[in-house]
């Protein structure tokens, strides 16, 4: 059973930083691409971060320079540091991964960003 834990969520001003974990259960973790996904209100899900298992990352366009996505393949966690957070931001944050061909989320984190 492939089980993933987001914690590190809350609400910060903009301008401000925070660091999301995700750790991870019933996988290999260090074989399997790990992502983090977001959700605001009344919007689609969306890939906000990639990072293979060799350590190669992407982000979405509105993140780049800003998220930072990072592994720990001996803690089985997957990270993504936030700065220069923005209103915009606001959504909860799922880590996610595939295995067997199946998507597997955690239940997410709240990130809100607001003076």
């Known amino acids: 059973q492939v089980y993933l834990k987001e914690s590190g969520g809350g609400l910060v001003q903009p301008g401000g930083s925070l660091r999301l974990s995700c750790t991870a259960s019933?996988?290999?973790?260090?074989?399997?691409?790990m992502h983090w996904y977001r959700q605001a209100p009344g919007k689609e899900r969306e890939l906000v971060a990639t990072?293979?298992?060799?350590?190669?990352?992407s982000y979405a366009d509105p993140v780049k320079g800003r998220f930072t996505i990072s592994r720990n393949n001996v803690r089985n966690t997957l990270y993504l540091q936030m700065d220069s957070l923005r209103p915009e931001d606001t959504a909860v944050y799922y880590c996610n991964t595939i295995r067997a061909g199946r998507n597997f989320y955690g239940q997410g984190t709240q990130v809100t960003v607001s003076q």
């Open positions: 019933g996988i290999n973790f260090r074989i399997h691409a």
């Open positions: 990072i293979t298992s060799t350590g190669d990352t």
